[in-house]
C-alpha cells in the first residue's frame, strides 16, 4: 500500500479473486432461459461436433434459421445474423436441442429425413425457390445444378441454382450436398468438398 | 450499415465486471438477481443503443438503477430480527474479499457508487457523474473520500487479521 498516493484507490481492487467460470456460467444460463421466456431471444445458437467438424446451430422463434460450418467462422456467422435478422443473439442450447439430436440420428446414418421447423429469413426470391426444391431430392440421391433449373422452371438458371446452394442458410438439413456437376463431379460445397464426399459417402452406405 | 455485435459477445466482455460492480454496491443474492436484471434490460434494449455507445458505461447505468430497486425493495420487505448477523448475509467466505466488501457496504453511497464505478468498473469520472448525477469533479471527490475512508477501514480490519 505505500506505493499508492493519496486519493488513488486502484490498489484497493487489484487483488479481488476473479470471478469464477462456474458461477458466471451459471447466470448466463439464468438469463438465457429468462431470455427466451420474455420474447427477448431473437437469436439462439449452440455448436454441435459432427464427422463434418464443428456446426454452428442458430433458431429464431420461428424455427431453425441457420446451420454454419467451422471454415466459415463462427463470429462472422453470429454478426452475420446479429446484421441481418437481430443483434438479440444469446447462446442457449435449448432451442436446438431437437435439431442437435436430429442431426445425431442422421450421422449414426438412422435418419434419412429432417422434421423440424426452418425459417427461411434469410434467403428470397429465385434462391429461396431453389431451396424448396431440394427436398425433393431423396436422401442418398443426387441431382444435378441444370436439373434443378429445370426443376424450378428456368433451365438456362444453372449457375444461379450453383449460388442458391453457395449461399445455402440451411445446409444438411436443406440437402444442397445432394446436388453435383451434370459430368458427376462433386463440385464445391460449403462446408468443403471433403464434407460433400462425406456426407454423399454416408448416405450411399445406408 | 451498423455493425452490432451479437449480444453474447457484450455478456463475454462485460459479465465479469458488471457482476463485480453488482457485488460491491449490494448482497451477494442481491447482485445476482441484479445482475440478471441489467443484462434482460440490456438485451431487450440493445437494438436501439447507438452503435458507437459506450457499452460498459451503458451498462453500468442500468445496474445503478437496478441496484437502487433492489435495495429500495429490500428496505420495504426488511422485518426487524432477533438476532443480527455478524456479516451482511450472503457474503459468502469462499471467492470474496469479505474485509474490503464490508468496509464498501459502510460508505455513504454516493462514495461507494463513485468508488466502485470508477476504480471497479473503469469508468472515467465523466462518466461516473453521468451515472450517480452531479459534475464530474463532485465524482472525484465523493471517490476520494470514499478511498480515503475505506484505506482507512480496510487497513485496520488487515491489521487485527495480523
Not at chain 1, 427436398?135 to 433449373?149: L, V
Not at chain 2, 471467492?95 to 473503469?122: E, M
Request: hydrophobic share 40%; charged share 20%; proline share 6%.
Amino acid at each position: 500500500m505505500t506505493t499508492s498516493t493519496e486519493g488513488d484507490g486502484t490498489d484497493m481492487f487489484a487483488n479481488l479473486p476473479p470471478i469464477g467460470d462456474t458461477e458466471l456460467q451459471a447466470l448466463r444460463d439464468r438469463l438465457a432461459a429468462r431470455a427466451e421466456a420474455t420474447d427477448l431471444l431473437d437469436v439462439a445458437y449452440r455448436t454441435i461436433d459432427t464427422p463434418v467438424g464443428t456446426l454452428l446451430l442458430a433458431a429464431t422463434p420461428r424455427g431453425l434459421v441457420r446451420i454454419a460450418y467451422d471454415r466459415e467462422g463462427l463470429d462472422t456467422v453470429l454478426s452475420g445474423l446479429a446484421a441481418k435478422l437481430s443483434p438479440r443473439i444469446l447462446s442457449s442450447p435449448r432451442r436446438l436441442d431437437t435439431a442437435a439430436r436430429q442431426i445425431e440420428e442422421y450421422f449414426a446414418g438412422r435418419r434419412h429425413q429432417f422434421d423440424l421447423p426452418l425459417d427461411f429469413s434469410l434467403s428470397t426470391g429465385f434462391r429461396r425457390l431453389v431451396l424448396d426444391a431440394l427436398p425433393d431430392i431423396g436422401y442418398g440421391h443426387t441431382a444435378s445444378y441444370g436439373a434443378i433449373a429445370a426443376a424450378v422452371g428456368n433451365p438456362k438458371a444453372v449457375r444461379a441454382v450453383g449460388t442458391a446452394c453457395a449461399t445455402n442458410p440451411l445446409p444438411l438439413v436443406v440437402p444442397c450436398h445432394r446436388v453435383v456437376r451434370s459430368n458427376g463431379v462433386i463440385g464445391p460445397y460449403l462446408g468443403g468438398t471433403e464434407a460433400k464426399k462425406l456426407l454423399l459417402n454416408l448416405e450411399a452406405a445406408a | 450499415m451498423s455493425t452490432k455485435q451479437p449480444f453474447e459477445q457484450i455478456v463475454t466482455e462485460h459479465g465479469a465486471t458488471v457482476l463485480r460492480v453488482c457485488r460491491a454496491v449490494l448482497s451477494s443474492v442481491d447482485a445476482d438477481d441484479a445482475w440478471s436484471e441489467t443484462f434482460l434490460s440490456a438485451l431487450r434494449a440493445y437494438p436501439e443503443l447507438p452503435a458507437d455507445a459506450n457499452v460498459q458505461a451503458w451498462l453500468v447505468t442500468i445496474a445503478h438503477r437496478k441496484a437502487i430497486d433492489i435495495t429500495r425493495a429490500t428496505a420495504r420487505a426488511a422485518v426487524p430480527v432477533a438476532d443480527i448477523p455478524d456479516r451482511p448475509s450472503g457474503w459468502s467466505t469462499d471467492h470474496r474479499d469479505l474485509d474490503l466488501a464490508q468496509s464498501l457496504a459502510g460508505l455513504p453511497d454516493k462514495q461507494r457508487h463513485a468508488v466502485v464505478y470508477h476504480y471497479l468498473a473503469g469508468l472515467p469520472y465523466q462518466d461516473v457523474a453521468a451515472v450517480i448525477g452531479g459534475s464530474a469533479d463532485a465524482a472525484r471527490r465523493a471517490a476520494a473520500d470514499g478511498i480515503a475512508t475505506l484505506r482507512k477501514t480496510h487497513a485496520s480490519g488487515e491489521a487485527r487479521k495480523g
